[in-house]
């Protein structure tokens, strides 16, 4: 069983449209994160979620949001993608145990 | 504030030669360090980690890696190469007992030829 799956793989879009990311996790995590790999393989945390409080990463553009329909689901929605965006995506989730995050297996978001 | 400094963007070692991948990192709080690895076009797996228990931690596939806070290190090493070893590795240091807020380090490129 895959603990934290993300669906797509990839993904490649026309400036200007709006995609969504989805992730889900069975691993009874109550928080969820989503972080963006840049071209050069750094990653950078967009925002962590749990059903209390949402964190949000200043630098990340409000064209970027997370939804959370449940606890083992948080989607990443982006509106009006720029080339920018381009990037991989990784979500993830961590519990109340020790300090560590599972991550998915990444979806490849490329606009042209 | 808190940071990690992978010294070595890439490392090139030959099949059966010791590996070290080195970190440093910076923490106002009693840190917690992970280091993470990337294959090509794969998601990121969780090697080790150190939590405030023993100083040298052993991870799977043969890593282990030493936590100095003397010289605030957490370097990362496996006594024998893999070709399958080759791959992307990450330093991570967060607050201890925090998942939250993860610092990742640039990363440290690992080439196994043969």
């Known amino acids: 069983d895959t603990a934290v799956s993300q669906t797509p793989k990839y993904l490649v879009t026309q400036m200007g449209n709006d995609k969504s990311i989805k992730c889900e996790q069975n691993l009874g995590h109550d928080t969820m994160y989503w972080y963006k790999q840049d071209s050069k393989k750094f990653l950078k945390i967009m925002f962590s979620?749990?059903?209390?409080?949402?964190?949000i990463n200043e630098t990340v553009p409000n064209r970027f949001s997370p939804k959370s329909p449940d606890k083992a689901h948080l989607n990443l929605h982006i509106n009006s993608l720029e080339l920018g965006d381009s990037a991989v995506y990784f979500c993830?989730?961590?519990?109340?145990?020790?300090?560590?995050?599972?991550f998915g297996q990444g979806t490849r978001l490329t606009v042209v | 504030a808190q940071s990690v400094t992978q010294l070595d963007s890439h490392v090139s070692v030959s099949e059966g030669t010791p590996v070290l991948l080195r970190c440093n990192y910076s923490s106002s709080y009693s840190p917690s360090l992970f280091w993470y690895v990337q294959h090509p076009n794969k998601g990121l797996q969780l090697l080790l980690k150190y939590t405030s228990a023993a100083t040298l931690v052993k991870g799977i596939n043969g890593f282990e890696a030493e936590f100095k806070k003397s010289e605030t290190s957490f370097h990362l090493t496996k006594p024998s190469a893999h070709m399958s070893d080759a791959a992307e590795y990450f330093c991570?240091?967060?607050?201890?007992?925090?998942?939250?807020?993860?610092?990742f380090g640039s990363g440290t490129q690992l080439t196994v030829l043969p």
């Open positions: 993830a989730s961590s519990g109340d145990g020790p300090p560590e995050a599972f």
């Open positions: 991570v240091v967060s607050p201890s007992g925090s998942a939250r807020q993860l610092t």
């Open positions: 979620y749990n059903n209390k409080e949402l964190i």
